[in-house]
């Protein structure tokens, strides 16, 4: 007897992490937009990066095109730093399916500190990044152009 195949669409929610604590603030788009702002300064409860990297493994099921991650920092610890990484590795994995990964890494223009550590893992991971220097970090848009 044949039965038809059975297919398993999975679709996934957006998820949002609000900053705490001098954590950063996480908004993650199933259209391909991830946004990690704000104040690194405490270290991210293990749940909380748990939940993040589950919603990454979902998300690579079925990526979009072209996935941006959009970074913003006004302070980056190691341990905030760590998570990052882990999250900008797991993404650039789009690449192997034929698909794009934008990381956008906004700085003050005076916060060489920032700069450096964009840099570093940039080049310690050989991910491109986009490097844009803003007078006021607090000012980088919601919104943003995709090309």
């Known amino acids: 007897m044949n039965r038809p195949g ?9 998820l949002y992490i609000p900053p705490e604590n001098n954590t950063p603030e996480y908004r993650l788009y199933p259209e391909g937009i991830i946004r990690i702002t704000g104040r690194g300064i405490n270290e991210t409860k293990k749940e909380v990066s748990d939940k993040i ?5 979902n998300y690579l099921l079925d990526p979009a095109d072209v996935t941006y991650v959009i ?3 006004e302070y980056l ?3 905030s730093t760590a998570i990052l990484v882990s999250i900008i590795k797991k993404i650039s ?3 192997l399916m034929m698909k794009k990964a934008v990381i956008r890494w906004y700085y003050e223009e ?3 500190d920032i ?3 964009g840099e570093y893992i940039s080049a310690a991971f050989n991910i491109p990044v986009e490097f844009i220097a803003v007078s006021d970090i607090s000012s980088v848009p919601d919104n ?3 090309n």
């Open 6 to 14: 059975i297919y398993r669409i999975l679709t996934i929610e957006a």
């Open 53 to 57: 990297m589950k919603w990454i493994d």
């Open 71 to 73: 970074i913003s920092f």
């Open 77 to 79: 610890n190691s341990s």
């Open 93 to 95: 994995g789009v690449r």
């Open 110 to 112: 005076d916060d060489e």
């Open 115 to 117: 700069l450096e550590r």
């Open 144 to 146: 943003f152009t995709r």
